[in-house]
């Protein structure tokens, strides 16, 4: 993924300097944050980093740019926790702006669990068993889409930020396990139907890849939700009790940023 991968380079650099930005702007405000929280983004950052360098000569070297892009680097972005971290750093009214924006209906309903769901897992069986890996498989806008489906996905299902009238843990739980489900069935699919114009053995490898690996980075989205719901007070940013920001416009209340 070399070439065009160079177009979504400035998006990671905005990545990084935005939660440099919010870190400084969090300790003037004398608000606190963990060190393995920005650890965690920056890693994630240099998960996506690593899989748009990696070569796209092969179904193998692609796949193996799916699983950074589209599961280990989300899942490292997703407990940097940035959205706490805005609304540590935000002043009040910019606060409250987010805060209407993210309680917003359209928005709730992109990151519902199961619109996650479809997104990720029919995007991907939408690509690899269709004319559209040929057609696209060296275009930016695959490496976007599976970086945003990734990152919805693991937002929705385990995300550490607070969201406005989250599913319940059995309607993520559920989208969890339709995923898991989905992505092993599609690797397995791919082993023995190779997308159009890729050779069986490079398939075959591919697909292993996209299995073994998957099931590592599922594995750790697994634990990180059976940890939240076992003990949500672990991943309570700062071992605080999660802000409810889009509660800012109620009378008398407080903006996290102020």
Known sequence: MAS???????????GALAYAIGLLAARRRGRSWPAV???????????LTAGLAAPDTSFTAHMAGHLLLGMAGPLLLVLGAPGTLA????????????SRFLAARPVRVVIHPITALVLDAGGLWLLYTTRLYPAMMHSPLIQLH??????????????????????SRAVRAVALLVFLAAHGVLAKYLYA???????????????ELM??????????????????????????????????????????????GG
Do not use: K, N
């Open 193 to 207: 139907h190779p997308p159009a114009g890729v050779p069986l053995p490079d398939a075959e490898t591919g697909a």
């Open 87 to 98: 609304f540590r750093a935000l002043p009040v009214r910019p606060a409250r702006r987010l």
């Open 37 to 47: 929280r920005a650890a965690c983004w920056y890693a994630g950052l240099a998960a």
């Open 211 to 256: 299995y073994y690996g998957g099931d590592l980075a599922d594995l750790a989205l697994v634990v990180l939700f059976c940890w939240q719901w076992y003990d949500p007070a672990r991943f309570r940013v700062g071992g605080r009790r999660a802000p409810q920001p889009w509660r800012l416009e109620a009378p008398g209340s407080s903006a996290p």
């Open 4 to 14: 065009p991968s160079i177009a979504l380079v400035p998006l990671l650099s905005l």
């Open 146 to 167: 599976m970086l945003a489906a990734g990152f919805l996905m693991t937002y929705a299902v385990a995300g550490t930020d607070p969201m406005p009238r989250r599913p």
